[in-house]
């Protein structure tokens, strides 16, 4: 495993956040930058939600300036789980209980080991830079008081494999496997992402729930199409959802 080639790093023993950092620097990098925080006081999941970062856990965002339209830049979010699925067989050397949930968490032994959330700037034509946002139970795990009613219990990569890795040994095996499927993403598009991304998908061809803000969805979960869309085989037809949250 060697550090992918046209990537920057730097690594920070404490920042409010990894994405708030990400964004203060973007536009003085000239390529791709990782960004490691060995501590995060602020960090944050999807729609504003708290990201609890206790001490030896991965918190890093990649910056970069991704080609095409917005909606292809979204797609990354999928790069990414792929990325984080196979740094977690690099450094423990087993894929047995791994799976991704969508749209962008990433399982171990059906509890929640990692969560990933892009976020962008642009000038109102496209994205100017893409904020790859990646948390990782390394070592701990949240407390119960800090989750939704229904939500998926979290886990710990050393709780489930009993494999310790630092923060630095994980973004160096996460560096690579994004490098290559990024590099597969822009050389081939969505649908090679895709096919890989439904490989190793969570509760494909089950009963799940999507619910949003406004609505709640039961089905069956039959794919992901290549808008990156949750796919629901439901009592009414089958049904495209853009974004919700996922119950099992």
Not at 80 to 92: H, I, P
Not at 100 to 117: E, F, Q, R, S, T
Not at 178 to 189: I, K, L
Not at 233 to 240: E, L, M
């Given at each position: 495993?060697?550090?992918?080639?046209?990537?920057?790093?730097?690594?920070?023993?404490?920042?409010?956040?990894?994405?708030?950092?990400?964004?203060?620097?973007?536009?003085?990098?000239?390529?791709?930058?990782?960004?490691?925080?060995?501590?995060?006081?602020?960090?944050?999941?999807?729609?504003?939600?708290?990201?609890?970062?206790?001490?030896?856990?991965?918190?890093?965002?990649?910056?970069?300036?991704?080609?095409?339209?917005?909606?292809?830049?979204?797609?990354?979010?999928?790069?990414?789980?792929?990325?984080?699925?196979?740094?977690?067989?690099?450094?423990?050397?087993?894929?047995?209980?791994?799976?991704?949930?969508?749209?962008?968490?990433?399982?171990?032994?059906?509890?929640?080991?990692?969560?990933?959330?892009?976020?962008?700037?642009?000038?109102?034509?496209?994205?100017?830079?893409?904020?790859?946002?990646?948390?990782?139970?390394?070592?701990?795990?949240?407390?119960?008081?800090?989750?939704?009613?229904?939500?998926?219990?979290?886990?710990?990569?050393?709780?489930e494999t009993g494999v310790q890795v630092t923060p630095e040994e994980f973004l160096e095996?996460?560096?690579?496997?994004?490098?290559?499927?990024?590099?597969?993403?822009?050389?081939?598009?969505f649908e090679p992402i895709r096919t890989a991304w439904l490989a190793r998908a969570a509760?494909?061809?089950?009963?799940?729930?999507?619910?949003?803000?406004?609505?709640?969805?039961?089905?069956?979960?039959?794919?992901?199409?290549?808008?990156?869309?949750?796919?629901?085989?439901?009592?009414?037809?089958?049904?495209?959802?853009?974004?919700?949250?996922?119950?099992?």
């Open positions: 495993m060697s550090w992918p080639a046209g990537y920057g790093k730097r690594v920070l023993d404490e920042v409010d956040s990894t994405l708030n950092e990400a964004s203060r620097i973007a536009g003085e990098l000239a390529g791709p930058e990782w960004i490691l925080a060995l501590r995060q006081t602020q960090g944050r999941g999807r729609r504003g939600r708290d990201w609890k970062d206790p001490k030896g856990n991965f918190a890093a965002t990649l910056v970069m300036r991704p080609e095409g339209a917005p909606d292809q830049a979204a797609l990354r979010s999928f790069v990414a789980a792929l990325a984080v699925y196979d740094a977690c067989v690099a450094v423990t050397g087993r894929s047995e209980g791994l799976s991704l949930k969508w749209p962008n968490d990433v399982l171990l032994k059906g509890g929640k080991l990692a969560g990933i959330l892009l976020e962008s700037a642009g000038n109102g034509q496209g994205v100017n830079h893409l904020f790859v946002g990646i948390g990782v139970n390394l070592v701990e795990t949240p407390m119960k008081e800090w989750l939704e009613p229904g939500a998926v219990w979290p886990v710990s990569l050393l709780s095996a996460v560096a690579d496997a994004f490098a290559r499927f990024e590099q597969q993403f822009s050389t081939y598009g509760k494909l061809g089950e009963v799940i729930t999507a619910r949003t803000a406004n609505s709640e969805t039961e089905g069956t979960f039959e794919t992901v199409d290549g808008s990156g869309n949750l796919v629901l085989n439901t009592a009414k037809g089958r049904v495209s959802i853009p974004a919700a949250d996922i119950y099992f």
